[in-house]
């Protein structure tokens, strides 16, 4: 067996101390530094975590050199500076969804991994539910997706950031289904219309409430539409999915095995495996890409059309007309291309002959 991969932490508040669990379990890892903007916060979730040993610091200078590979699970703002810092330092980087918050910093990003020749994975945990597994077999069986729903409907009181936000439901949570979508469908999302609005009852100062209309490459529509104030019946946090196909229907509640119906009405039993879940997942397979130099699911190119998705669906909302995720990545690679300062980063993007080629979106 190898030796375990030494992670360097960035980051130590709820999602990193979900992180610091996530790496004591899995034995082909092993923690050699936590990193925190606040250390008596990262001193205080080391020794909790069992790594009374492990040193702290403010930044990942400080301890890179003890380090293999660095598992950002910073605030999303601070995502680019952290990332890009270790990718530069030569470390492959797991970051926490979002990539970031535009998709301008998100080619940037991506512009570091290229020149660091480096790895960035971004933890799409969804991805990684034994349920989303036996969905994506019984759909196999089914056939090619004609329409593909999802029905989000939760009432959460969040309090703080989130309910003062512009957009709250479609930019720090519908990430999680539009990027699922996409590993469903297997294909690439081409445009969106989105209407957001805020039901009179709402405790969220934006727009708590959303249905997105996506169409795909291949002709699939897949339908978001969902509410962060409906109490009473609430979808579980993965929501409520349907697949409509040639071969039959199959859906998933979100918590449990998903049910598929053959079009001939025999049921299709959902065949559920033992694989690594939620972050978990995400770990496993970027130690796996780092050791084989393999590509996995939400490196950072790919990553990116699924925050476009996020970006298009906000703009579709704001103008009351469709977008196209190509036109998205079109003007963020010209942000990014005007405001990128350092010269190495700024000279990858300029190299790509076409940004939407770059992302995976064109051949």
Same mark, same amino acid.
């Given at each position: 067996?190898?030796?375990?991969?030494?992670?360097?932490?960035?980051?130590?508040?709820?999602?990193?101390?979900?992180?610091?669990?996530?790496?004591?379990?899995?034995?082909?890892?092993?923690?050699?530094?936590?990193?925190?903007?606040?250390?008596?916060?990262?001193?205080?979730?080391?020794?909790?975590?069992?790594?009374?040993?492990?040193?702290?610091?403010?930044?990942?200078?400080?301890?890179?050199?003890?380090?293999?590979?660095?598992?950002?699970?910073?605030?999303?703002?601070?995502?680019?500076?952290?990332?890009?810092?270790?990718?530069?330092?030569?470390?492959?980087?797991?970051?926490?969804?979002?990539?970031?918050?535009?998709?301008?910093?998100?080619?940037?990003?991506?512009?570091?991994?290229?020149?660091?020749?480096?790895?960035?994975?971004?933890?799409?945990?969804?991805?990684?539910?034994?349920?989303?597994?036996?969905?994506?077999?019984?759909?196999?069986?089914?056939?090619?997706?004609?329409?593909?729903?999802?029905?989000?409907?939760?009432?959460?009181?969040?309090?703080?950031?989130?309910?003062?936000?512009?957009?709250?439901?479609?930019?720090?949570?519908?990430?999680?289904?539009?990027?699922?979508?996409?590993?469903?469908?297997?294909?690439?999302?081409?445009?969106?219309?989105?209407?957001?609005?805020?039901?009179?009852?709402?405790?969220?100062?934006?727009?708590?409430?959303?249905?997105?209309?996506?169409?795909?490459?291949?002709?699939?529509?897949?339908?978001?539409?969902?509410?962060?104030?409906?109490?009473?019946?609430?979808?579980?946090?993965?929501?409520?999915?349907?697949?409509?196909?040639?071969?039959?229907? @199959? !859906?998933?509640?979100?918590?449990?095995?998903?049910? $598929?119906?053959? *079009?001939?009405?025999? /049921? =299709?039993? &959902?065949?559920?495996?033992?694989?690594?879940?939620?972050?978990?997942?995400?770990?496993?397979?970027?130690?796996?890409?780092?050791?084989?130099?393999?590509?996995?699911?939400?490196?950072?190119?790919?990553?990116?059309?699924?925050?476009?998705?996020?970006?298009?669906?906000?703009?579709?909302?704001?103008?009351?007309?469709?977008?196209?995720?190509?036109?998205?990545?079109?003007?963020?690679?010209?942000?990014?291309? @005007? !405001?990128?300062?350092?010269?190495?980063?700024?000279? $990858?993007?300029? *190299?790509?002959?076409? /940004? =939407?080629? &770059?992302?995976?979106?064109?051949?």
């Amino acid at each position: 067996m190898p030796e375990p991969l030494r992670l360097l932490q960035a980051g130590a508040g709820g999602m990193g101390r979900a992180w610091l669990r996530t790496i004591a379990a899995n034995p082909s890892v092993q923690l050699v530094g936590l990193v925190d903007l606040d250390l008596e916060v990262a001193r205080a979730a080391a020794d909790e975590h069992g790594y009374g040993d492990v040193p702290v610091a403010n930044s990942i200078d400080e301890l890179a050199d003890r380090a293999d590979a660095v598992i950002d699970v910073t605030v999303p703002l601070a995502h680019p500076k952290v990332s890009v810092d270790a990718l530069l330092r030569g470390l492959p980087v797991l970051c926490e969804k979002p990539l970031a918050e535009t998709v301008r910093e998100c080619l940037t990003m991506v512009a570091a991994s290229e020149v660091s020749g480096q790895l960035l994975m971004v933890s799409q945990s969804r991805r990684y539910f034994r349920a989303v597994a036996a969905f994506e077999r019984q759909l196999a069986e089914l056939g090619t997706i004609g329409t593909l729903s999802c029905e989000f409907f939760k009432a959460p009181h969040f309090s703080g950031f989130r309910e003062r936000m512009a957009e709250p439901l479609l930019v720090d949570m519908a990430i999680h289904q539009f990027d699922l979508s996409r590993k469903l469908i297997g294909s690439e999302p081409v445009s969106v219309y989105c209407d957001s609005y805020n039901p009179d009852w709402s405790w969220f100062d934006g727009n708590a409430a959303a249905t997105a209309i996506f169409t795909y490459a291949d002709g699939t529509r897949f339908t978001f539409t969902g509410s962060w104030c409906a109490p009473g019946l609430e979808t579980s946090w993965n929501g409520l999915w349907r697949a409509s196909t040639p071969g039959g229907t @199959a !859906t998933w509640d979100g918590d449990n095995p998903p049910v $598929a119906e053959l *079009a001939s009405g025999e /049921p =299709l039993p &959902a065949t559920m495996s033992d694989e690594p879940q939620e972050i978990a997942g995400s770990l496993v397979e970027f130690v796996n890409a780092v050791r084989t130099s393999t590509t996995p699911q939400s490196e950072v190119h790919s990553n990116v059309v699924s925050l476009a998705m996020v970006e298009a669906a906000v703009r579709s909302a704001n103008t009351g007309t469709a977008v196209t995720i190509a036109d998205v990545i079109t003007d963020a690679h010209d942000e990014a291309l @005007a !405001t990128t300062q350092d010269p190495a980063l700024h000279a $990858a993007l300029k *190299a790509w002959p076409n /940004p =939407l080629k &770059a992302v995976g979106l064109e051949s």
